[in-house]
């Protein structure tokens, strides 16, 4: 399995940043996918999944600012962030996984990426 997230930068509070994550040598179709953000001194935390049914769960602190999408021809998960915080400063990891039974499953990590909101 490999996933490769891409996309981090430098931002703006307020601004926009887009990560991608390529994944490969998974059944990416059926995969359910996710978002993982570490800030420093804080634990790893999910902050937005989607399964193979393009349903998508967020954690409370980015609902209604941050959109997980999945392009399945590309084997490619998006995370859109906009109104960022600089709260939101962490590192971003991808991650694959399944969809059973109303629960996630989650397997491999992919490397990350570094987004810093800040003025």
């Known amino acids: 399995v490999q996933l490769q997230a891409s996309g981090g930068g430098l931002v703006q509070p307020g601004g926009s940043l887009t990560l991608s994550c390529a994944a490969s040598?998974?059944?990416?179709?059926?995969?359910?996918m996710g978002w993982y953000r570490q800030a420093p001194g804080k634990q790893r935390e999910l902050v937005a999944a989607?399964?193979?049914?393009?349903?998508?769960n967020y954690a409370d602190s980015v609902k209604g600012r941050f959109t997980i999408s999945r392009d399945n021809a590309v084997n490619t998960v998006y995370l859109q962030m906009s109104s960022l915080k600089p709260e939101d400063t962490a590192v971003y990891y991808c991650?694959?996984?399944?969809?059973?039974?109303?629960?996630?499953?989650?397997?491999?990590w992919g490397q990350g990426t570094l987004v810093t909101v800040s003025s």
């Open positions: 040598r998974i059944a990416f179709s059926i995969a359910a």
């Open positions: 991650r694959e996984g399944g969809f059973y039974d109303g629960n996630y499953y989650w397997g491999y």
């Open positions: 989607i399964n193979s049914g393009g349903s998508t």
